[in-house]
């Protein structure tokens, strides 16, 4: 059985923690999403609402357009463990019935977040896949998300871009 590092009840907001709560508001976002190469791209619109909760963690609320028609909503929790010197998280919508849970380190750019999971690959029934969700904070009223899968050759294949401007 591996050791997990020791953990702190009551740990001090860390300058990772400052950075997640920047994201805090209201934010209206477009994306763009190609289900299969070669497919035209499919465009929708939403909004999250996005709140602290203490210093340590944020939650982030959406609803918007699916790709291709229908209404979706999902939430996602984001903080840094310290113990693990990592980001963690979770996110869940309404039209998967599977949790991803992630993982990720904060690029050399300091804006820019790729957090690691792993779940059903859309490709190919009853198999899972690697992906990333990347958010990047460009400034504090304007960010991007984008959503990606490992091929079979090692290279990702973006197939969701998002654009997101704060509205309060």
Same mark, same amino acid.
């Given at each position: ?20 709560? +920047? &994201? @805090? #508001?209201? %934010? ?6 190609? !289900? ?5 791209? *499919?465009? =929708? ?40 010197? +990592? &980001? @963690? #998280?979770? %996110? ?6 599977? !949790? ?5 380190? *904060?690029? =050399? ?60």
């Amino acid at each position: 059985m591996s050791q997990d590092p020791p953990m702190d009840c009551h740990p001090k907001p860390l300058p990772q923690h400052d950075w997640l709560r +920047r &994201f @805090v #508001g209201q %934010w209206t976002f477009e994306h763009e999403c190609v !289900m299969k190469p070669g497919d035209p791209p *499919m465009k =929708a619109i939403g909004r999250e609402t996005i709140r602290a909760i203490g210093d340590l963690w944020i939650q982030i609320e959406g609803t918007g357009e699916m790709p291709g028609g229908g209404d979706m909503s999902y939430v996602c929790l984001l903080g840094y463990d310290p113990a693990k010197q +990592r &980001f @963690v #998280g979770s %996110w869940v919508g309404s039209p998967m019935a599977f !949790m991803f849970i992630y993982e990720g380190t *904060m690029d =050399a750019d300091g804006v820019t977040l790729p957090l690691n999971t792993n779940g059903p690959d859309m490709a190919r029934p009853g198999e899972s896949a690697d992906y990333q969700d990347v958010q990047q904070l460009k400034d504090d009223n304007t960010r991007a998300m984008w959503s990606q899968m490992k091929m079979p050759d090692g290279s990702w294949n973006r197939f969701m871009t998002a654009e997101y401007r704060r509205v309060k």
